[in-house]
């Protein structure tokens, strides 16, 4: 009897945990359905699940050698799912044929052996074979080389999964008492083998849903959707921890824009034309923007970019481009001659200047260019002076449509 309900239990307790798990899952893919590897997890786990379930109602409704295969088959379609999502999380190609060719000839094979030598020592020593060799793919996707992430703590978790799987016959061979009831020994080791291994697993698989989730989220919060550039918050962020990790003496610089006249627009033509011109302002600004290069809205039609490892004369350059690219944007919802135009406050960061002192500059150069007639560049330098380029002239009669 008590046999029987240390059995129930375990067979209870991993229900519960998978169902638990399963709705884990699912919340976090419903969240966000682009997240294809919480779709396969959860796969993954329906199929422990089922296989928990088969393991506990199958034996008292089919014949040993049936119920025996309908726990394996439905554990390898749950280590199939599990490999496919481990291919999405670190990405990497997923080998549809190695899992589709594996499962299809693990099933085949274990349902002839169990056909042939039911309940012998060899039907353990295949299923043991056959599911280790699953398990070995996910391994095996996860030190793929290439672009992907390695994830360490999985890979311990799977090739831990894998020695469980090969050591079943020898636990078998090992624990070989049996219940009154016809319980086995060995039956319970590996249930509860199989239980702490599935809640590490479990518990890895979370945290790393968890954390891309939190990092997604993160960067929500830091970005102006609009434009896609980062908000306030985010830019001010990025500039601090980059200014503390580096101390490059290497020019830097900072440039103001403020799209001129932007409230009469909303007037004029409306609030959706108006986000139309702040969203292809954005885009100007990412097309331009180099690698390194820090971009954001500071809200309404007020925009900042830090110019890594560029001095005032190569900013002032970047500045009058956009300024021309966006003076020749049109767009669809107004007519062919409609533009709009922006000006621009430059001004070169010192080393080991306050970000702070800089933003002041550009500011003050920012006004320089409304005061002189917008849609132009102005330049401050530390001394309150300014900086021109000369021999160089710029045009706005390209046209640009966005």
């Known amino acids: ?5 240390g059995a129930a239990f375990i067979h209870a307790d991993n229900i519960a945990f998978a169902v638990a798990i399963v709705c884990g899952f699912l919340a976090i893919h419903f969240y966000d359905r682009s997240r294809k590897p919480a779709f396969w997890w959860t796969l993954c786990f329906v199929g422990l699940l089922m296989m928990a379930i088969a393991e506990a109602v199958t034996p008292l409704f089919t014949a040993p050698p049936v119920s025996r295969f309908i726990v394996f088959s439905l554990n390898m379609v749950a280590i199939s799912c599990l490999n496919v999502g481990i291919a999405w999380h670190c990405e990497k190609i997923v080998p549809w044929r190695l899992i589709d060719g594996l499962l299809a000839a693990a099933l085949m094979g274990n349902f002839l052996v169990g056909l042939v030598w039911p309940g012998e020592s060899i039907e353990t020593m295949t299923a043991a074979a056959s599911l280790a060799a699953a398990q070995a793919i996910g391994l095996y996707i996860l030190l793929l080389p290439g672009r992907g992430r390695r994830d360490r703590a999985l890979a311990l978790i799977l090739a831990l999964m894998i020695a469980n799987y090969l050591s079943r016959p020898l636990i078998h061979a090992a624990f070989t008492a049996v219940s009154a009831d016809g319980l086995r020994a060995s039956d319970i080791v590996i249930g509860i083998n199989n239980a702490l291994l599935t809640i590490a697993l479990a518990t890895v698989l979370t945290l790393r849903l968890a954390g891309r989730l939190l990092r ?15 908000n306030r918050h985010g830019f001010d962020l990025t ?18 824009c403020d799209l001129d006249r932007f409230k009469s627009i909303n007037d004029e033509y409306g609030h959706y034309v108006g986000d139309r011109v702040i969203a292809a302002f954005g ?21 900042c970019v830090y110019l890594r490892n560029s001095d005032v004369r190569a900013a002032r350059l970047f500045a009058e481009w956009l300024r021309v690219a966006f003076a020749s944007t049109s767009y669809p919802e107004l007519s062919n001659s409609t533009r709009f135009t922006a000006s621009f406050g430059v001004t070169e960061i010192l080393a080991g200047e306050r970000i702070e002192d800089a933003y002041k500059r550009a500011d003050a150069a920012l006004y320089t260019a409304k005061r002189d007639g917008r849609n132009c560049v102005r330049t401050q330098d530390q001394k309150g002076g300014s900086s021109k380029l000369s021999g160089i002239h710029f045009s706005s009669r390209s046209n640009c449509s966005v």
Do not use: H, N, W, Y
């Open 1 to 5: 009897m008590g046999d029987q309900v």
């Open 239 to 256: 500039i601090k921890k980059l200014r503390q990790q580096s101390q490059s003496t290497t020019p830097t610089s900072l440039i103001l």
């Open 283 to 303: 885009r100007l600004i990412r097309a331009g923007a180099r690698e390194g290069d820090i971009c954001g809205r500071f809200g309404g039609e007020e925009f």
């Open 216 to 230: 997604d989220l993160k960067g929500q919060s830091e970005t102006d959707s609009l434009s896609g550039l980062l």
